[in-house]
Nanobody, 124 residues
């Protein structure tokens, strides 16, 4: 069992930066690939970024590539999403998710555990 708690969301002006954190419980955190997804009002949940269990492989949605960076600190059981050059279209609830034994899928149904989400609002 893995429990995930996101933090770091908020209101930010376009062009600004935020760093989201996802703290995981459970001693097997290092064996999970981790992903970030987001869901805007009236839209489906979409993939943002993922990182393999080793941290050696990362994947990004085209819409955030070059602006967002996913990383993990195994010692702290935490995964991060550094978001730079934010745009109003990045406004959404951001969720982190854990994929047991995976490499970081773009498919949300591949993930076994989800956090409660954190709101990111980017004003123009």
């Amino acid at each position: 069992q893995v429990q995930l708690v996101e933090s770091g969301g908020g209101l930010i002006q376009a062009g600004g930066s935020l760093r989201l954190s996802c703290a995981a419980s459970g001693r097997t955190f290092s064996s999970y690939a981790m992903g970030w997804f987001r869901q805007a009002p009236g839209k489906e949940r979409e993939f943002v970024a993922a990182i393999s269990w080793s941290g050696g492989s990362t994947t990004y949605a085209d819409s955030v590539k070059g602006r967002f960076t996913i990383s993990r600190d195994v010692a702290k059981n935490t995964v991060y999403l550094q978001m730079n050059s934010l745009k109003p279209e990045d406004t959404a609830v951001y969720y982190c998710a854990a994929e047991r034994g995976g490499t970081g899928s773009r498919w949300n149904k591949a993930y076994d555990y989800w956090g409660q989400g954190t709101q990111v609002t980017v004003s123009s």
